[in-house]
Nanobody, 114 residues
Framework: QVQLVESGGGLVQAGGSLRLSCAAS????????MGWYRQAPGKQRELVAS???????NYADSVEGRFTISRDNAKNTVHLQMNSLKAEDTAVYYC????????WGQGTQVTVSS
């Protein structure tokens, strides 16, 4: 199995920045892709960004150019740098690892005040 622990959420003003981190442990070699999803109140969970083992990235249109996903393979960690935050980015952000297993972190709250 794979365990994921997120950190870095919080409250920020619109236009500000936050950096989320997700540390993976367990059967690391089973992971072929990691990503960040978010879920706002009353809405479905949606993909924000993902990164494969070869470094290929994918972003939701709504965050393209503002968010950057990266991974530190030596530390089994993935980061999400979020810049120019907007009120509509407010949500619980979840780390996901895909491969042999589909694993989720516990979620971290991001609140952007307008």
């Amino acid at each position: 199995q794979v365990q994921l622990v997120e950190s870095g959420g919080g409250l920020v003003q619109a236009g500000g920045s936050l950096r989320l981190s997700c540390a993976a442990s367990g059967i690391i070699f089973s992971i072929n892709r990691m990503g960040w999803y978010r879920q706002a109140p009353g809405k479905q969970r949606e993909l924000v960004a993902s990164i494969t083992n070869d470094g290929s990235t994918n972003y939701a249109d709504s965050v393209e150019g503002r968010f950057t996903i990266s991974r530190d393979n030596a530390k089994n960690t993935v980061h999400l740098q979020m810049n120019s935050l907007k009120a509509e980015d407010t949500a619980v952000y979840y780390c996901n690892a895909g491969g042999w297993y589909n694993s989720w972190g516990q979620g971290t709250q991001v609140t952007v005040s307008s």
